[in-house]
């Protein structure tokens, strides 16, 4: 009989979270799931309660988790930052799946890799803002760090019997967003529910608006340079409309690996928990290269889209950075949610915060969330003088 894996997944009412139970379910001999956790969708956090019998869940407010805990007698309901830790610490876990959207999910994923648990990354804020943090303290537990985006899957799997001294460049594809084919001038009056509509993934809100403005990408090419140790000017982006080839990595001889697969986040995710096992494709549809027939790659666009080269440099100026990049681009991008600002609006918003931030060094995880806060006020105070 083989030992199921026990996993918690932070986030579990999300795009990611959801398609994390999809994989649980169609392996239910391999995965076993311990905790759960929610941000304010009691609805469906009460269905996977019922379906997936956890030990222990947590939701966002108290009031919530007393109805929880009314409606289920025989699990450990907790709420708030308390009840996250102690979904990621349970002893239980094997695995913790990070997949709460933005700085809320860095605190959790911490603490769980502090009690030695291997972890799925979704949650790509949690590297940008606290890399450094992160990376030291699984290094020092033994925790492996798994990626779950498809990108860093791709690439994780292409480096995976490879020294690195062979690696030449990592280059992450894009599949350009909504406003690939836009152009400056229009890109500014684009809508909330035009820059909601992604090509090829489906995906939370936030992350949904990164891509558009292709933000996503930057955080990423930081997540990548925590995951891979490579330099800042190995990294590199490149459209791929079709969203098939997530990643390739060139090596110092010339050869170039790529990773394929369909556009369905369930792929790398089965990856992240199987690992470093594959299990069966669990995907309704396989790759069919034929049906697809025209790959594509072109470069980014950067005065069009300059989100590749904040991060860049907040990734090469490092320490307190890349934060402030994170924090002003989860408000800027709350604030076009909201239809205070305009899309481009979210770009200058960062830059100008970016250039005013003072560079401080990163020494413990409060110093993140010192310098998020500044960062955060900074940009609620650009937004309010409208610029
Ligand atoms: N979606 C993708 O295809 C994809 C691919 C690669 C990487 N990622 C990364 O994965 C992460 C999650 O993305 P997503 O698309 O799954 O986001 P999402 O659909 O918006 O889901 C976010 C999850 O976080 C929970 N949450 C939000 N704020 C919280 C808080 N303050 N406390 C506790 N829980 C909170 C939400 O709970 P409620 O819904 O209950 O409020 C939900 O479960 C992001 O970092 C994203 O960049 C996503």
Redesign the pocket.
């Given at each position: 009989m083989t030992v199921k894996k026990r996993i918690s997944i932070l986030?579990?009412?999300?795009?990611?979270?959801q398609n994390v139970l999809n994989v649980v379910e169609n392996f239910s001999h391999q995965f076993e799931i311990v905790g759960l956790?929610?941000?304010?969708?009691i609805e469906?956090?009460m269905e996977q309660i019922e379906k997936f019998k956890p030990k222990i869940v947590s939701i966002?407010e108290k009031k919530m988790a007393d109805l929880i805990m009314e409606n289920f007698k025989g699990v450990e309901v907790g709420y708030g930052e308390e009840g996250?830790e102690k979904v990621a610490t349970h002893p239980l876990n094997d695995m913790v799946v990070s997949?709460?959207?933005?700085i809320?999910?860095l605190r959790p994923t911490y603490k769980a890799i502090k009690a030695g648990k291997n972890i799925a990354l979704?949650?790509?804020?949690c590297l940008v803002a606290g890399g450094k943090i992160i990376m030291n303290e699984a290094k020092e537990r033994g925790v492996n760090i798994i990626p779950?985006?498809?990108e860093h899957s791709g690439v994780f799997q292409c480096l995976k019997k490879e020294k690195k001294e062979y690696v030449k460049k990592i280059i992450l594809t894009a599949s350009g967003g909504p406003f690939f084919k836009t152009s400056i001038k229009e890109l500014q009056e684009k809508k909330v529910e035009e820059a909601l509509k992604h090509p090829r993934?489906k995906?939370?809100?936030?992350?949904t608006i990164?891509s558009a403005t292709l933000m996503?990408k930057g955080l990423e090419l930081i997540e990548a340079y925590w995951l891979f140790d490579v330099n800042p000017s190995q990294l590199d982006v490149l459209i791929h409309p079709q969203s098939i080839v997530h990643s390739l990595v060139e090596f110092k001889d010339g050869s170039i690996l790529a990773q394929m697969s369909i556009t369905d986040?369930r792929v790398p995710i089965q990856y992240a928990l199987s690992y470093p096992e594959r299990l069966n494709n669990s995907c309704l549809f396989s790759l069919n290269l034929a049906e697809i027939n025209t790959l594509e790659f072109y470069s980014v666009d950067k005065r069009k889209f300059p989100s590749i080269d904040f991060a860049r440099k907040a990734l090469i100026e490092g320490e307190s950075l890349p934060v402030v990049l994170n924090a002003v681009n989860e408000v800027a991008v709350q604030a076009f949610l909201e239809e205070k600002i305009k899309f481009t609006q979210i770009f200058k918003i960062i830059e100008y915060t970016l250039d005013k931030h003072k560079k401080e060094n990163i020494e413990k995880i409060d110093d993140i969330f010192r310098i998020d806060k500044w960062a955060r006020e900074q940009a609620h105070k650009l937004i309010k003088k409208g610029l």
């Open positions: 986030g579990s009412t999300g795009s990611i979270g956790s929610a941000g304010s969708n469906l956090l966002k996250l997949a709460i959207v933005g809320a999910g979704a949650n790509k804020e779950i985006d498809s993934w995906m939370g809100k936030k992350t990164d996503n986040m």
